[in-house]
């Protein structure tokens, strides 16, 4: 089984196919949707999929072949170390503590892995440590 | 008990003093009690890095061929104040770029100057008969100027407010990102370590006291603006912001890891600064003001969508409840964050313990006291005759 965040992004045309069902229906895969909106030119979803590896990889060409832009997300938002000064501002802002303060070291930690890329770190962040990786 | 600052600077001379910071004396004070801890430790250090927006710097240029009184001047498109003599400026950490929406301030140049790197200046003159030159355009550095040193109006508060927003928009402020429906807390202080919160009275701090500021040997100059005394304490402490200080250091001596510009979105530039402060422990009653923790250290939580001076403070809150990530407000758990750094706070105290240590910093006595006694005023839209 494997885990894997993925953003995908829809044409305005595909905003009314019911793509998530097909991944659930056909693929087998438990979806949590994180984030999803539809602006003028067309929709992104964010979610995490569960499921069998070889299906989420199907799942991922059935998509393509959907023109659905699939992109995996990983290390969406990155920390510059030089940057941070550990003041920990960061951390009640971010929705899913991928932003934590250790302790006793009393460092702010990011964890990638966790991060949905919202981005709600990148304008609470005073030093300007937190960035899209474009 | 008793121990006299020139003492102090005896054993630091001979190499036999006792420094701990004022983290490490509170379990030293609670295992040995405080009569013990006060005869073995000569010295206690405090530490806090923090947002400073009462921060700026003096430069002075040196003069150009043919000479010019500067009346304009920009650093890297920030203006500086420049109504002093011909090339003296002063830039302010708040001061934005210019042009639309810049994340780019005084502080950044500070901090550019600070790291070593080259800075635009530009400078116009109406030009006189002594100063005939009506513009500059021209690069400077730390290497290259006079004089660069920072004179803060406004450092190291005693203790300051937590904020949080009771209103269903985010709010961008000074005290950062505050999520709606009481979304989220703010806080900046380093609590245990914080100077001033170690010495709540000054008995030990006054004019002339020198202190660590950005990595340099600094002092402290004047009283800080909007210094008050007349503050509800608890265990002695004021339960918020309170005394302050003016200070003054050479930024030649500065290292970026302790000055560093931030920008606020929705608000703008400021500067984090490092100060550390040492405090001599004269007798028992220093030893007991040293070792408060954060449990009996307190702030108000204020709402910052009550757009007033008067902000009632929802309740008071420890800085053991504010540092363990979660406060209770009206019965939800919110989470907590810090503005300053404590990680940095800890630091500057412990580099300030090893130059006392060492033998490069010694202890002074104030050349004067601050205020005993101050409150803060307010502006009002006033007449000329009632100003007076």
């Known amino acids: ?134 | 008990m008793k121990r006299t600052v020139a003492e102090i600077n005896q054993r630091i001379k001979d190499g036999d003093v006792v420094v701990m910071t004022a983290e490490e004396v509170i379990p030293y004070v609670q295992s040995e009690g405080v009569e013990r801890a006060a005869k073995e430790v000569d010295v206690v250090t405090t530490g806090t890095f923090g947002a400073m927006c009462s921060s700026g710097a003096f430069l002075n240029f040196g003069h150009s061929e043919p000479p010019i009184r500067m009346q304009r001047v920009t650093l890297n498109d920030v203006p500086a104040y420049a109504g002093i003599a011909a090339v003296d400026a002063y830039i302010g950490a708040t001061e934005l770029k210019q042009g639309d929406h810049s994340e780019y301030g005084g502080a950044h140049v500070i901090e550019d100057l600070i790291a070593g790197k080259p800075v635009r200046l530009k400078a116009t003159s109406n030009g006189t008969d002594c100063y005939p030159r009506k513009d500059i355009d021209t690069y400077v550095s730390l290497n290259s100027m006079n004089q660069a040193y920072l004179f803060n109006p406004r450092n190291a508060y005693q203790n300051y407010a937590a904020g949080t927003n009771s209103s269903e928009r985010t709010l961008f402020t000074y005290m950062g990102k505050l999520l709606p429906s009481y979304g989220n807390v703010t806080y900046s202080s380093a609590g245990q370590l914080s100077p001033l919160l170690n010495d709540p009275t000054m008995r030990t701090i006054g004019i002339g006291t020198r202190i660590f500021l950005g990595g340099a040997t600094g002092y402290v100059a004047w009283e800080g603006t909007q210094f008050r005394t007349n503050v509800e304490t608890s265990f002695g402490v004021p339960m918020g912001a309170a005394r302050n200080l003016a200070t003054i250091g050479d930024m030649r001596d500065m290292s970026p890891d302790f000055v560093r510009a931030l920008y606020l979105h929705g608000y703008g530039t400021t500067l984090a600064l490092g100060i550390g402060i040492p405090i001599p422990i004269l007798d028992e009653d220093m030893m007991k003001a040293v070792s408060v923790s954060d449990e009996h250290l307190f702030a108000p939580v204020v709402d910052y969508s009550v757009q007033s001076r008067n902000r009632r403070p929802i309740k008071q809150v420890s800085y053991a409840e504010l540092r363990s990530g979660r406060i209770e407000l009206f019965g939800k758990e919110v989470r907590t964050s810090s503005l300053s750094s404590y990680l940095k706070a800890r630091q500057i105290a412990e580099v300030l313990s090893e130059r006392i240590e060492n033998g490069e910093f010694t202890l002074t006595e104030p050349v004067a006291p601050l205020p005993q006694d101050r409150s803060q005023g307010t502006l009002e839209v006033r007449s000329k005759e009632d100003a007076i």
């Open chain 1, 1 to 134: 089984m494997a885990k894997k965040k993925f953003m995908l992004g829809f044409s305005p045309e595909l905003v009314n196919e019911a793509i998530v069902y097909r991944l659930v229906k056909d693929y087998d895969l438990k979806i949590n949707i994180l984030r999803a909106e539809v602006k003028e030119l067309g929709g992104r979803l964010l979610m995490e999929v569960d499921g069998k590896a070889s299906n989420i990889k199907d799942a991922a060409k059935y998509l393509n072949e959907c023109k659905v832009d699939v992109q995996e997300l990983a290390n969406y938002v990155e920390k510059n170390e030089e940057r941070c000064t550990h003041c920990g501002v960061c951390i009640s802002i971010c929705p899913v503590e991928a932003l934590t303060m250790e302790r006793p070291t009393w460092m702010v930690r990011y964890d990638p892995e966790k991060c949905i890329a919202c981005g709600m770190c990148i304008d609470a962040c005073p030093p300007g440590a937190m960035k899209f990786r474009i």
